[in-house]
């Protein structure tokens, strides 16, 4: 067992950071303020490959693994959860299982322009009363001659603002429960398909979360994204992939909020004395490492696993249940030490502690990852 | 074309201290970095290839250490198709002459079309690399070089002076010296990262390939001919004083005014 990066990765951590300190860092206040997706980020994420990292060149992709692509998100993680998410949400909810379930066409036509950054990517699968309880769906999917006609209503979807793919779950047979379940790629622009509600959030507010609306929405035959009744084991594997994403998202604004807490200790001065000599300071950054340190590596094993084709489902719902604790616990630790600067919008880790909440949430709650960690362990 | 760029890894501070003792840089502990100035040079050489779309290469070539092998890779990670590391102990200790002697070398090993060299090192700081390479080799130079461009089979240069800039023509093969200015460097890619390591390899050329190059009593420590004799933190200059338009007689009255003033009169 060697805990010590490659040399390729290595290279790329810096790359990031660089990118991270230089081109993301510089807009996370506004784009949380703003309310408003850094879509000039996005262009130059899909001109260095961010936006396709673990798939193979012939699709476009960069050729690297998954550990690359989950260092990505937590590097940007560190300086802006915003950014970190649309690059989560496109790899993992939409690329990803159009690489791993789709046909070869489907993969030229749509895997290759979303790997290269060139169309930006979301997920369909929560709805009003289908959230934790995915297997409730009321998406309806009727095949009709060449096409399948979608009705239904999605919400939460992230990035749906601007993205241009979409992968929609959808009952195609209500009667035999999550076997009547099946994934469908969509394009922005098929008839019948539009973006209805903008939420407006707690955190990542920079995120685009919208609603999906399909009126009589005209999907190709061709679109069927791999069987008939095949959908709902798509999207939680999908969602395993997913987790690994937001696991890294969540490491990512944790050590994003240790690293300006170090800085601002060693600073501000009270009682004659700068905060970083007090030993409840030391003690509060050293157990914070700490749990980092341990997110780190139960993030990187899931990742590796994923790249290793081994069981990862289980070992990402683990990273993520922890990186997303330790990101909620941190950020609240690291705000009680800026004490009340921290409170105001001064200083980022306010949003910091904002934008580590979701990370609780979305992709399957903290809930759901003990349901799947249990579950790996028969123990259900 | 083949466009080779020079680079040289140094420490990533214009304020690393310096050894009382020996007078040389303390570069523990301070990261290390592709100079500024060759970095821009990777990315004009990088630019000028894909302008001219015609399978013309970029080759990066470095004299260092061993550890310089990163900087290399970080070149090849911003897209340069292939690099050489002209290491080994017998070049250790050589200063800029010595230093040129043997990047001649390599060069004359690697081949050359176009060889772009940054203008200076921010740790040395001498800006005598490049143009010494350029007597060596027996080829044109350009320095200070704001704008490289291809025109036929010239290399225009548009070369910063103090007040002015020239256009120079040059023929090819020659050597151009750039600054920091010439072009912001892009990032590495991922794709380009992997690469560096996975599909692109770092060839390593020592004394043994390169001796017939050079004469060996002009490298390393003892074929170089500058000795330091004493290093010290430069005091800063003032900004100045400029008086425009004004008359021959008034400007020599200010001058020995200010010189009186300071008591150097």
């Known amino acids: 067992m060697d805990f010590t990066l490659s040399n390729e990765h290595k290279l790329l951590q810096e790359m990031y950071r660089k990118f991270a ?360 | 074309m083949k466009i080779v760029v020079c680079v040289k890894q140094v420490p990533d501070t214009t304020e690393v201290k310096l050894d009382p003792v020996t007078n040389t840089l303390i570069r523990d502990g301070v990261p290390s970095i592709i100079n500024p100035d060759d970095k821009a040079g990777i990315e004009a050489a990088l630019q000028l290839k894909e302008k001219l779309n015609d399978g013309s290469t970029v080759t990066i070539v470095s004299m260092g250490p061993p550890q310089a092998d990163v900087a290399l890779r970080e070149a090849l990670a911003m897209g340069a198709d292939e690099a050489y590391l002209l290491s080994d102990r017998a070049f250790g200790g050589s200063d800029t002459f010595a230093t040129s002697t043997i990047i001649a070398a390599g060069l004359k090993k690697v081949g050359y079309d176009i060889i772009i060299t940054g203008r200076q090192a921010i740790d040395g700081d001498t800006a005598q690399v490049g143009p010494q390479i350029a007597e060596h080799l027996g080829i044109p130079q350009a320095s200070y070089a704001e704008e490289i461009n291809v025109e036929g089979n010239k290399v225009v240069v548009k070369r910063q002076y103090e007040d002015r800039h020239h256009i120079l023509e040059l023929p090819i093969p020659c050597l151009v010296t750039a600054l920091a200015e010439l072009a912001a460097p892009r990032y590495m890619s991922v794709a380009g990262c992997f690469d560096a390591y996975r599909a692109k390899e770092v060839k390593t050329l020592g004394f043994e390939d390169l001796k017939d190059g050079f004469d060996p009593a002009n490298i390393g420590l003892k074929g170089s001919p500058t000795n330091v004799f004493k290093s010290f933190t430069k005091q800063a200059k003032g900004a100045g004083e400029i008086h425009k338009e004004i008359s021959a007689e008034d400007a020599v009255a200010t001058i020995i005014a200010k010189l009186e003033e300071r008591h150097i009169i």
């Not at chain 1, 993680?77 to 379930?101: D, M, Q, R």
């Not at chain 1, 789709?102 to 290759?112: D, I």
């Not at chain 1, 399909?214 to 190709?220: A, F, S």
Request: glycine share 10%.
């Open chain 1, 21 to 380: 300190e230089t081109e993301v860092k510089p807009l996370a206040e506004e784009v949380d303020e703003e309310e408003r997706a850094p879509m000039e980020t996005v262009e130059k994420l899909a001109k260095y490959g961010m936006l396709g990292i673990p798939f193979p060149k012939k699709y476009g992709g960069q050729g690297a693994d998954n550990l690359a692509y989950s260092m990505c998100v937590e590097e940007l993680g560190k300086v802006c959860a915003t950014t970190s998410v649309i690059v989560s949400a496109h790899t993992s909810l939409c690329a990803n299982p159009i690489y791993e379930f789709g046909t070869e066409e489907q993969r030229m036509k749509y895997l290759v322009p979303l790997a290269k950054g060139e169309k930006i990517g979301a997920f369909g699968l929560t709805e009003p009363g289908a959230g934790t309880d995915a297997s409730g769906q009321q998406t309806k999917a009727v095949l009709d001659g060449d096409n399948w006609i979608l009705n239904g209503s999605k919400i939460f979807i992230t990035n749906a603002g601007f993205a241009d793919i979409f992968i929609i779950i959808a009952m195609t047979d209500k009667s035999i429960g999550t076997k009547g379940i099946s994934a469908f790629i969509v394009e922005k622009d098929f008839p019948g398909f539009s973006i209805g509600k903008h939420e407006k959030k707690m955190g990542i507010k920079g995120s685009s979360t919208c609603e999906l609306i399909m009126e009589n929405c005209i999907v190709p035959k061709e679109n069927l994204l791999g069987q008939v009744g095949k959908g709902f084991g798509i999207a939680m594997k999908t969602l395993d992939g997913g987790r690994i994403g937001i696991a890294s998202q969540a490491l990512g604004i944790g050590e994003g909020a240790l690293d300006e807490t170090i800085k601002y200790v060693k600073e501000r001065k009270q009682c004659g004395k700068r905060l970083s000599q007090f030993q409840n300071t030391q003690f509060e950054i050293a157990d914070m490492k700490t749990t980092l340190d341990a997110a780190q590596l139960l993030v990187y094993r899931a990742a590796c696993c994923k790249d290793a084709k081994g069981n990862y489902g289980p070992l990402a719902a683990m990273a993520k249940l922890f990186a997303a604790n330790t990101a909620s616990d941190v950020t609240r630790r690291c705000l009680q030490l800026h004490g009340g600067y921290g409170y105001t919008r001064e200083y980022p880790i306010e949003r910091m502690m904002r934008d580590a909440k979701i990370t609780e949430i979305y992709e399957g709650t903290s809930e759901v990852q003990k349901m799947v960690v249990a579950a790996s362990l028969k123990v259900n």
